[in-house]
């Protein structure tokens, strides 16, 4: 059995009146690739801000990688790595400068700077765009490129905001590949998305259902406790009652 | 430290790509002060003036030589009534009339002392406030001049006493010279507190502060390698500025230069941690700017910048102590007009440290990395 290296104990978090995440639990093992499913609003965004130490928790508790995130924000955020749903690393930077900041703000020296991005930059094919501004990339390389900055330290966990929002389905596909390689290098990756297809290459998945966990397991199994044929079939079945709902 | 200078180099990258905010950094203080200096002015020249002489007398014809030899006045009209004059006033055809009665020499001479009738066009207070203190210098000259005559036709005494007025530090009375310092000051405001506000919030706008909150960036590296881009930032613009007041508006520099450079040093650290709390505070831009205007325009109008704090009312005077722009105006115009150094300047330079010990430790707690 491999380590837990998230873990959520009752995590809640309100905003006045209302319960964005309302008491989940879960624990993701080393080296998985957690799919955590959800309508726009069901919290997804509001929980995964929670364990990367962005937003205080109202209760319940957070562990990532050892640390309480409610405590030690900033020991987690030397653990993990992280990719917005919106693309926040500076376009008016190249994608040579995003690195060089980021790497150096991680504090790697400065070979392993210059090693780093050569082999980043390789990896993703931008060697071409390589002094290129970000902002003139296309979008996919664009969300390539903040995968690759959010993996440049080599973190224990990643955490992947909606990473392939807008994209067209080869990038998307694409996009999943290297998910495999980092995970394959024993990276563990926690992933939110609405694409259901991808929920499938999920290693386990939650869904998210206004605010609480109303699912969670390998998808296969989920597929055979609720006797549908995908994903996409119990999502609509977990989600409707809250969508018809609001 | 290194991580600090991946930030700078981060930061000054952004700004010397940035299309508008450079040419707004270097650009805008330069047309500011070249605007400003020239158009935020007191004097007064070539006011209208409707002429009614009844006189018609070597003496009346003398008098309005006087008034038109200043430049100050321009004889525009010559009603043929007071009537008529009025109604040029009314019509802001005219700003002042200057009616000379009948009999006017006549009165001057045999009894010396004659009646003059001045009349302002009042809505502009101040104007016609200049207006008057110019005219009565006026009529003073003419007045001397005349009792020379007078004293040398019947042999009387001159009169006893004679008072030549002698204007230090600012010998021409230009406005302009008077100006420029303060606007100096309000440009390093600009560019220490606007600017740095808005460049956090746009940030935040953005969302690439997200970016850098989830990495273990600390939140004084972070906020270091805000402030120092725009503080070095401000103390360019000032550079910039007092060399367009020196070689475009002949400003006199009699104090020491890298004096005032101290002091803006030390003034923009309270700016720079306004324009954090201004950006602490804000979600958006827009918020943002409007929260910067406002703290700017109160500092302004508190800074004896365009209005003398002598002339304000009590509960004024006691608010711009607290205002750090009023003390750097004030020891700005010292600097470079009056010559004054650190021991001329002291009773308004401690407010600075202290406000700058105050403001800063403030913005930089309110400044957070989590939300809570």
Same mark, same amino acid.
């Given at each position: 059995?491999a ?7 009752e995590?809640t978090?309100?905003?006045? %009146?209302?319960t964005?995440?309302d008491r989940?639990s879960f624990?993701v ?10 309508a ?9 801000r ?6 205080r928790?109202?209760s ?10 409610a405590r030690? *924000? ?7 790595g992280?990719m917005?749903?919106k693309?926040?690393?500076?376009a008016d930077l190249?994608v040579a400068?995003n690195?060089?900041l980021?790497?150096?703000?991680y504090?790697l ?13 390789e ?10 501004? &970000?902002?003139r990339? *296309? ?6 490129? %903040? ?10 966990i &990643?955490?992947l905001?909606?990473p ?6 080869i990038?998307r596909r694409?996009?999943?590949d290297?998910?495999?390689? %980092?995970?394959?290098?024993g990276?563990t ?14 290693d386990?998945?939650?869904i ?10 390998e *998808?296969a199994?989920?597929?055979r406790?609720q006797?549908?044929d ?7 079945r977990l989600?409707?009652? %809250?969508?018809?709902?609001? | ?11 000054f990258?952004?700004i ?12 805008m203080?330069?047309l ?15 006011a209208?003036v ?20 200043t430049g100050? @006045? ?9 009537a008529e ?8 055809r ?5 009616n000379?009665?009948?009999? @006017?020499?006549?009165?001057l ?5 004659a ?7 009042a809505?502009?207070?101040a104007t016609?406030?200049i207006?008057?203190?110019y ?12 009792q ?17 007025p002698s @204007?230090?530090y ?12 303060g606007i100096?000051v309000e440009?390093?405001t600009?560019v220490?507190l606007?600017?740095c506000a ?10 690439t502060?997200?970016?850098l ?9 972070f ?6 881009p ?9 550079a910039?500025g007092?060399?367009?007041a020196?070689l475009?508006f002949?400003?006199?520099?009699r104090g ?8 803006a040093a ?10 954090l709390?201004?950006?602490?505070l804000?979600y ?9 205007l406002f703290?700017?325009?109160?500092s ?7 209005t003398p ?20 105006v004030?020891?700005?115009?010292r ?6 150094g ?6 308004h330079f401690?407010?600075?440290p202290?406000?700058?010990g ?8 309110r ?6």
């Amino acid at each position: 059995m491999a380590e837990t290296v998230i873990e959520a104990r009752e995590l809640t978090r309100t905003f006045g %009146a209302f319960t964005a995440v309302d008491r989940i639990s879960f624990a993701v093992a080393e080296g998985e690739i957690f799919g955590f499913l959800g309508a726009n609003g069901a919290g997804k965004t509001t929980a995964i801000r929670m364990l990367i130490g962005l937003l205080r928790p109202s209760s319940g508790q957070g562990i990532v990688a050892g640390f309480d995130v409610a405590r030690d *924000p900033e020991a987690v955020k030397r653990q993990i790595g992280y990719m917005s749903q919106k693309f926040s690393l500076y376009a008016d930077l190249t994608v040579a400068e995003n690195i060089r900041l980021y790497g150096g703000i991680y504090g790697l020296s400065n070979a392993e700077l210059k090693a780093k991005s050569a082999d980043l930059i390789e990896r993703l094919d931008l060697g071409h765009a390589r002094d290129e501004r &970000v902002a003139r990339l *296309p979008l996919g390389w664009r969300q390539k490129l %903040a995968f690759a900055v959010a993996l440049l330290h080599e973190p224990r966990i &990643v955490f992947l905001d909606e990473p392939t929002g807008g994209v067209d389905p080869i990038t998307r596909r694409q996009f999943w590949d290297s998910i495999y390689q %980092a995970a394959a290098s024993g990276v563990t990756l926690f992933v939110t998305t609405h694409y259901m297809d991808e929920a499938e290459y999920c290693d386990r998945i939650s869904i998210m259902v206004d605010g609480r966990i109303a699912a969670l397991g390998e *998808p296969a199994a989920l597929k055979r406790e609720q006797g549908a044929d995908s994903i996409d079939e119990i999502f609509v079945r977990l989600a409707r009652p %809250a969508l018809a709902g609001s | 430290m290194r991580t600090l200078r991946f930030l700078l180099q981060k930061e000054f990258l952004q700004i010397f790509r940035d299309r508008q905010i450079l040419p707004m950094i270097f650009l805008m203080p330069i047309l500011q002060l070249i605007v400003l200096a020239s158009a935020a002015t007191f004097e007064v020249k070539s006011a209208k003036v409707d002429l009614l002489d009844q006189d018609h007398s070597p003496t009346s014809r003398r008098l309005v030589e006087h008034f038109a030899a200043t430049g100050y @006045f321009r004889i525009t009209g010559r009603p043929a009534s007071l009537a008529e004059a009025e109604r040029d006033l009314e019509l802001s055809r005219a700003r002042m009339i200057l009616n000379i009665p009948p009999h @006017f020499e006549e009165d001057l001479r045999r009894n010396r002392r004659a009646r003059l009738l001045l009349a302002y066009d009042a809505v502009d207070g101040a104007t016609a406030g200049i207006l008057s203190s110019y005219s009565a210098v006026i009529l003073g000259r003419f007045e001397r001049e005349e009792q020379a005559e007078l004293a040398v036709e019947r042999r009387s005494a001159a009169p006893l006493v004679r008072t030549s007025p002698s @204007f230090w530090y600012n010998r021409e009375l230009s406005y302009r010279a008077f100006m420029v310092p303060g606007i100096l000051v309000e440009l390093v405001t600009m560019v220490g507190l606007l600017l740095c506000a808005l460049n956090i919030v746009r940030e935040r706008e953005i969302g690439t502060i997200e970016q850098l909150n989830v990495t273990p960036l600390k939140r004084w590296q972070f906020i270091v390698g805000k402030l120092v881009p725009f503080w070095l930032l401000g103390l360019a613009a000032l550079a910039l500025g007092l060399l367009v007041a020196k070689l475009v508006f002949a400003i006199p520099i009699r104090g020491s230069v890298p004096l005032v450079f101290a002091i803006a040093a030390v003034y923009l650290l309270a700016m720079n941690g306004l324009g954090l709390a201004v950006s602490a505070l804000s979600y958006t831009q827009q918020q943002a700017t409007f929260l910067a205007l406002f703290v700017l325009l109160a500092s302004i109008l508190l800074s004896g910048l365009f209005t003398p704090i002598d002339s304000m009312p009590l509960w004024a005077q006691k608010l711009t102590l607290a205002n750090p722009m009023a003390h750097f105006v004030e020891i700005n115009r010292r600097i470079l007009l009056k010559g004054s150094g650190f021991g001329e300047i002291q009773d308004h330079f401690w407010y600075l440290p202290a406000a700058a010990g105050i403001i800063l430790p403030l913005a930089v707690l309110r400044y957070r990395k989590v939300g809570s």
